[in-house]
């Protein structure tokens, strides 16, 4: 053997993690409602670090291999069920030793849908895990699936409006738009909630956007069963 392969440094390979360890460490944060955060954390460590001495490997690269074949990772899960301690534990000064941009890259991680621990907290309307992101780095206005930002989430047919504020305070952007050319205010609109129409319009969304289909969101709301989307607009003076 070369004195460059025996040499090796731990970066300079993948530690392997078994599929049944990453389903392990997946159901030890799911189940996490039944155990006390600090006692997460420690079961955790512990097994994170029991993997690190066996691969010869940073706790750091350990976690950056945790993931399922959807390319979930921990901190995916974690954002799933609103355990911000394990946010927390990447934060540790023992946890990711001089290894600022890994931790980074796992921060703003994607699925194989393109969903980043952000966009699956906002699923989840968890604005306290998604303010905790955005204050480590994370931007708010970062596209996940099909082209959607936290907020395209978040104004979804269970919309929160405290959720909706809350993003707003953080700088959301009210005018993305998807993939299909939708606002969030286009996806309130086909929801025909009309508090969450009525938070965005008083927040300052451009109701002239169109989308892919060249329509406004006032133009969709005419075609709502219930008028009240609708009325809106008209009494905005604004397209329909």
């Known amino acids: 053997m070369s004195s460059h392969s025996s040499s090796q440094s731990q970066d300079s390979y993948s530690p392997n ?3 049944a360890e990453v389903v392990e460490l997946f159901s030890l944060v799911r189940s996490a409602s039944v155990i006390r955060p600090s006692d997460l954390i420690e079961r955790l460590d512990a097994r994170i670090e029991e993997i690190a ?3 010869g490997h940073s706790k750091g690269g350990i976690i950056a291999q945790v993931q399922d074949a959807e390319k979930v990772t921990l901190l995916h899960v974690a954002a799933q069920h609103q355990r911000e301690e394990v946010l927390e534990y ?5 946890t990711f030793t001089n290894e600022t941009n890994l931790r980074r890259c796992l921060l703003n ?3 194989i849908s393109n969903d980043g621990p952000i966009h699956l907290a906002a699923r989840a309307h968890d604005t ?3 303010r905790a992101l955005v204050d480590r780095g994370v931007q708010i206005d970062s596209r996940g699936f099909f082209g959607c930002t936290a907020l395209h989430f978040v104004t979804r ?3 929160s409006l405290s959720a909706l504020w809350d ?3 953080l700088g959301a952007s009210l005018d993305v738009q998807n993939m299909s050319g939708q606002t969030p ?3 309130a609109v086909m929801d025909g909630n009309v508090a969450v129409v009525g938070t965005l319009l008083q927040m300052g969304a451009d109701a002239a956007i169109r989308n892919a289909g060249d329509l406004t969101p006032g133009v969709l709301a005419r075609n709502l069963p219930d008028g009240e989307v609708l009325r809106l607009f008209v009494e905005r003076n604004l397209p329909h």
């Open 167 to 169: 993003l707003y305070g």
């Open 157 to 159: 047919k269970t919309a």
């Open 53 to 55: 001495q066996r691969e």
């Open 109 to 111: 991680a994607k699925t």
């Open 185 to 187: 205010l286009h996806l």
């Open 17 to 19: 993690v078994t599929s």
């Open 90 to 94: 990447y934060f540790l000064d023992t």
């Open 128 to 130: 306290r895990f998604i």
